[in-house]
């Protein structure tokens, strides 16, 4: 699905790159049209490659944070802050943390 969306803005892109190409080569009515749909096109394409972009780099953030709160957690025993099982000393209370 996401793959589709990259083509399909990849597409647009490239379309709207040859419009506007060949726009330079066509009589002055059909140049004008071929402009007009190329920059249309070319600001679906990159909008939409855009959108893709951000919605990737959110996902796999997400993912990400899944992936640290997975890693075991502890709780200080004195202070009650969220601790990763690794860790030997309270950062905030300095409580060795017995494992
Ligand atoms: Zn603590």
């Known amino acids: 699905m996401k793959n589709l969306k990259i083509i399909s803005g990849a597409i647009c892109f490239a379309v709207g ?3 506007l190409i060949a726009s330079t080569t066509l009589s002055r009515d059909m140049a004008y049209l071929c402009k007009v749909f190329g ?3 070319l600001l679906f394409g990159i909008i ?6 951000v919605s990737q780099a959110f996902t796999s953030k ?3 944070d899944k992936d640290d ?3 075991s957690m502890t ?5 009650g802050i969220q601790l990763k099982s690794e860790t030997k000393v309270c950062p905030k209370c300095k409580t060795v943390i017995k494992s």
């Open 48 to 53: 939409d490659l855009i959108v893709v972009l």
């Open 62 to 64: 997400n993912l990400k």
């Open 17 to 19: 790159l040859i419009m």
């Open 39 to 41: 920059v249309i096109l």
């Open 69 to 71: 709160f997975q890693v």
């Open 75 to 79: 709780k200080c025993p004195n202070c």
